[in-house]
């Protein structure tokens, strides 16, 4: 645990955060790291205390000509349990398993089900391997899992997506997010994560919670919906005082407007525009 600790001190990845918060817990004593590596969507590898260390995935290891051995087990009844596993080599040798419990964010479930209630098929896509991902995705109630996805593939998995026909929506507060929240119709990131997920997102949730997406939709929709409202009442306004101004009717039916009571009209159908979009600061989240 120490070692790992030590190693993952270098990195911003959240399985990571976990385990050092875990280590500073426990009172360990964390090295400084020589050489420190990250490879996306496998591991961090790096020296600490002079030894070799490499913290990972199991494609990882076997990349580095590292045997799992029988470690490969333990690690199957973790994920079967909604665990994500890291595999530990020490001078080139498996060492151990450090599992980081997945847990869901706060009304994670009640942000699915109303997401549900509004027509949204929700997918989770994530670098976790698929009994995890579906071990949390069952927890969660959502629709389907894209497992096993390194970052670099995430943003072709929304491109699938988007040539099936669907409108993508991502949500994500990582940095491996960034191209998938850049290659959605709309990205969405989590105001508690990273930078670079904010710069690469449409829109940024102030608060970590996921129950804003819903929000957003909702008000996204009614927003839509004024905006028609307005363009109608627009539209039909316009084609009838606009003849009647100029003085279409007068030679049909005598019909003929003032050019003050004119002037008065046009105010007030800006006035009843903007006093329709008004209506929107009165939106509360369902």
């Known amino acids: 645990m120490r070692l790992a600790a030590s190693l993952e001190r270098g990195s911003e990845h959240p399985l990571g955060e976990a385990i050092v918060r875990r280590a500073k817990d426990e009172g360990l004593a964390l090295s400084d790291v020589e050489g420190f590596e990250a490879v996306p969507g496998h591991g961090v590898r790096g020296r600490v205390d002079g030894r070799a260390v490499l ?112 409108v993508v929506a991502m949500v994500g507060d990582g940095i491996n997010d960034a191209p998938a929240l850049a290659q959605a119709n709309v990205g969405i990131a989590i105001g508690t994560g990273t930078d670079v997920a904010m710069e690469a997102s449409d829109i940024t949730l102030i608060r970590g919670d996921l129950t804003g997406v819903v929000t957003a939709i909702e008000l996204s929709k009614r927003t839509l919906r004024t905006i028609k409202q307005n363009l109608f009442w627009a539209f039909i306004y316009n084609i009838l005082g606009i003849p009647l101004a100029a003085g279409a009717f007068y030679p049909f039916f005598g019909l003929l407007l003032d050019p003050m009571v004119a002037s008065a009209a046009m105010a007030l159908s800006s006035v009843s525009v903007v006093s329709n979009s008004l209506r929107l600061r009165r939106f509360r989240p369902a």
Request: glycine content about 12%; aromatic content about 2%.
């Open 55 to 166: 913290l990972g995935n199991a494609r990882f290891l076997m990349g580095s000509g590292i045997e799992t051995g029988g470690l490969a087990a333990a690690v199957e009844a973790l994920a079967a349990q909604g665990k994500t596993s890291m595999f530990v080599a020490v001078d080139g040798h498996a060492a151990g398993v450090i599992a980081v419990a997945d847990t869901l964010k706060e009304r994670a479930v009640e942000a699915v089900r109303a997401l549900h209630r509004l027509g949204v098929d929700v997918m989770m896509i994530t670098g976790d391997n698929r009994r995890t991902a579906a071990a949390i995705a069952e927890q969660a109630g959502i629709d389907g899992v894209l497992a096993e996805v390194l970052p670099e593939q995430k943003a072709e998995e929304i491109r699938k997506l988007q040539a099936a026909g669907n």
